[in-house]
């Protein structure tokens, strides 16, 4: 085990463990909300500044709650009562998120929890199991959820169905089938390596370069010399979005172009479009195209297009109204605001929203997949194949 590895192992287990003290010190279950006609609170934790910035999500979740309160408020146990969406900053800090988690489930009396994204939702299923509160959560795929307590509920992509598109598509273009693959060296970072990896070699692709590196890595010198090295024409890259923009910068610099490029998760977080012409061509895995035909698209491009600009973005306001939706929904199903008869109402519901039908297996629901490709800070889908929409070179790099 690096030492990395095992500092990142030693914080996810005191994490662990200010959980379940804070779970000591409340009930079970939690007391918000559970009786009376006034309104149901449902909280979030995000990273609403630092390295990575959810304001699309977050504007998810509000315009979720805002058309049932313009309903009337949510039918629960035959009455309707308003939802109060109370929404915390964390600053993309993980002890700031326990706090919080902590602060609205036992101070504001938050019946149920929305997501972040990536390694803090893995981080906030700790939190949820151990104060027996509900977790609605998108942005990471559920391929990388650890199993848990029952309380987290992940609702996104799955990793092998965007490896399987990405490969389909790559064996339609000229390549040598060479592959670099590069990503973070935490639990999803690795998870997505080996998926990646063996899929890649199921599809006949040869994986001539894997690496694994630190959260916050800004030289890749070592990684682009081995890929060229191995003349790899195919990167896959799985990391936070800092470190793929300097992967980016310096594969530019160096002078490595490589003929296909995915960046997972780092390509589909808002802002891979400050790049610029850096990023064009890039593929990214994505759940929402304006393209797709899922249920919303029209109303989420009308509402949100001049605010957004790009599919990427748009997607995440999706996602966030496909979290809100879920769980306001599970709140009505179990016509109760009881920790055990939501978490019942997911488990056995059957949910619409902004991306289609999602029904539970194991805390697990698998959304549609699309690969795109970012163009001069816009996104077009490319699988499925869309009419009309062809896969570009990267020109960025070239």
Known sequence: MTRSIARRTLALLWVAALATACASNAKSGNNGS??????????????????????????????AVDQVNAAGGLEVGGKKRKVELKILDNRTDTSTMVQQVRSLILTDKAVGLLGSCCQQNIA??????????????????VDLLPKGKGYAWDSFQALVDGAKGFYALAAQQPTNRKVVVVTGNDAPG???????????????????????VPNGTV?????????????????????????????WKQ???????????????C????????????????????????????????????????KYSNANDLASVALGIHEATILMNAISKAGSTTADAIN??????????????????????????????WEDGKIKQVWPKVDGLTISPLSGLG
Do not use: E
Request: charge should be positive; hydrophobic fraction near 45%; glycine fraction near 12%.
């Open 34 to 63: 559970k009786t009376g006609s006034g309104p149901i609170v449902i909280g979030a934790s995000m990273s609403l500044s630092g390295p990575i910035v959810l304001n699309t999500i977050r504007d998810g979740y509000q315009y």
């Open 344 to 373: 019942r109402a997911l488990a056995t519901g059957s949910f619409n929203s902004a991306l289609g039908p999602a029904t539970f297996k194991d805390n697990h629901s698998t959304t549609p997949t699309f690969i795109g490709q």
């Open 124 to 141: 906030m299923q700790g939190q949820a199991d151990a104060l027996k509160t509900p977790l609605v959560m998108g942005a990471l795929p």
């Open 219 to 247: 030289d890749f010198s070592d990684v682009i010399a081995a890929a060229r090295g191995k003349s790899a024409q195919i990167l896959v890259a799985a990391m936070a979005p800092p470190d793929c923009f300097a992967m």
């Open 267 to 306: 390509a589909q977080t808002p802002g891979w479009s400050s790049l610029g012409a850096l990023g064009n061509g890039t593929l990214l895995q994505m759940n929402w195209t304006d393209t797709s035909g899922l249920p919303q698209a029209k109303q989420i491009v009308s509402k949100f297009g001049s």
């Open 251 to 265: 594969m530019k610099a160096l002078k490595y172009a490589p003929k296909l490029a995915i960046g997972i998760q």
């Open 190 to 212: 690795l998870g997505t390596a080996q998926m990646w990896s063996g899929m890649g070699k199921s599809a006949g692709f040869q994986i001539v370069v894997r690496k694994a």
